[in-house]
C-alpha cells in the first residue's frame, strides 16, 4: 500500500541508510507562550482537479533568552482561488540559526526571507534540485557577508518545501528535519548534516565502534550550514515525491527533536489529523514539558494535503 514510502524508512522514522554519501542528494519565537498560524491554501490538484492544503506553524522560546528559529508557511484568501503572486504553490520554510543572538537570528531570517522571494517567483519545476542547490549558495554567501566579521560568525540550518499540484520537492542543510506523515507511518526523508553521519560511516567501515561513535563529543556538531562559506551537504529529491490525500510534511527545528521521538511527534500529529493549528501547538507544548531541563527553542511547520 505504501510502496515507495516504506522504501525510504526503517525503524524510528530515520531514512534507510546510505552505504555511500553519494547515495543521497548532495548537491552542489515568551518561555511558556507559542505563536502559531494556521491557513489553507487552494492548489491545482494532479490531473487538473482541486486540492488544498492545511498549513500551520509554530514558534516557540522554550527556555532561551532569544529565539534564533524563523520560519514562514504560504498562507490563503479563500476571497480568490489562487494565492496572489504564488502561481498555484504551497511552500513552508524554517531555518534555525546558529551564532548568537544578533547574528543567529539574522542569519536565520536572511535566509527564510531569500527562499520565500524565490520560491514565490518560481515558475518552472523542471529542475527543482538545481533550483535550491542554487539559492542555497546564494544565501550562504550573503550571510557569511552579512553576518560575518570583527570576530563574529554566523549561520543557520534550512528546510524547505514546495508542494506542485500533487509533488513534492524538498531540500535542506543541517539537522532541521523534514518529516513525511502518512497512514500511522512517520519518515525522516533528510540527514542530519552533524559529524554523527560520518562517525556512522567510520562505525560502517569498521574503523569505530557504535559505542565510539555515540559517546564522541562532537557528535552533534554540524558539518553543513549556510554561512559558513562552503556548503559540504545538501539532501534534495530528484524526483518528486507524490502526495495522496491526507498526507502531511513536518518541519521543525532540533528543539522539537531532543524532546520528542518520531513515535511520539506521529501520535501528537494523527489525534489532530485535520487541525494542523491544534496539532502545531501541542507539539511545541508537549516538547516544553518533556522534561525539567533547559529546552532549545523549538519551531515547527506543518502541510497536510488533500486532494
Known amino acids: 500500500m ?111 526571507y531569500m527562499v520565500k522571494e524565490s520560491l ?55 539537522d532541521s528535519r523534514i518529516y513525511i506523515i502518512r497512514e500511522g507511518d512517520i519518515v525522516k526523508v533528510n540527514r542530519d548534516h552533524t559529524y554523527m553521519m560520518l562517525l556512522r560511516e567510520s562505525v560502517r567501515k569498521g574503523n569505530i565502534t557504535p559505542e565510539e561513535a555515540e559517546n564522541h563529543p562532537l557528535k552533534a556538531s554540524l558539518i553543513s550550514f549556510l554561512g559558513s562559506g562552503h556548503i559540504r551537504y545538501i539532501d534534495t529529491n530528484e524526483n518528486p515525491f507524490r502526495l495522496v490525500r491526507g498526507d502531511i510534511v513536518l518541519l521543525c527545528s532540533d528543539g522539537l527533536t531532543k524532546s520528542l521521538t518520531p513515535a511520539e511527534i506521529l501520535d501528537v500529529v494523527e489525534s489532530h489529523y485535520g487541525d494542523m493549528d491544534s496539532a502545531a501547538n501541542d507539539l511545541v507544548i508537549k516538547a516544553f514539558d518533556s522534561s525539567d531541563g533547559p529546552k532549545d527553542n523549538t519551531s515547527v511547520v506543518l502541510l497536510q494535503y488533500f486532494e
Open 2 to 112: 505504501l510502496g515507495l514510502f516504506k522504501k525510504m524508512r526503517n525503524r524510528n522514522g530515520e531514512p534507510a541508510p546510505q552505504t555511500d554519501e553519494s547515495a543521497a542528494t548532495a548537491v552542489v519565537a515568551d518561555a511558556a507562550t507559542a505563536t502559531a498560524t494556521a491557513t489553507d491554501i487552494a492548489l491545482a490538484g494532479p490531473e487538473g482537479g482541486f486540492a488544498e492544503v492545511v498549513t500551520a506553524s509554530v514558534m516557540h522560546i522554550g527556555t532561551r533568552p532569544y529565539q534564533q528559529d524563523a520560519l514562514y508557511v504560504t498562507g490563503f484568501d479563500r476571497s480568490s482561488e489562487w494565492p496572489e503572486g504564488q502561481g498555484g504553490k504551497a511552500f513552508g520554510i524554517l531555518c534555525d540559526g546558529m551564532g548568537g543572538l544578533d547574528n543567529g537570528e539574522k542569519a536565520s531570517n536572511m535566509a527564510v
Open 120 to 174: 514565490e517567483n518560481l515558475e518552472s519545476f523542471e529542475d527543482i534540485p538545481s533550483f535550491f542547490a542554487e539559492e542555497a549558495a546564494r544565501i550562504d554567501l550573503a550571510i557569511q557577508e552579512e553576518c560575518s566579521g570583527e570576530g563574529k560568525s554566523a549561520g543557520t540550518t534550512l528546510t524547505a518545501v514546495v508542494i506542485f499540484g500533487g509533488d513534492l520537492y524538498w531540500a535542506s542543510v543541517g
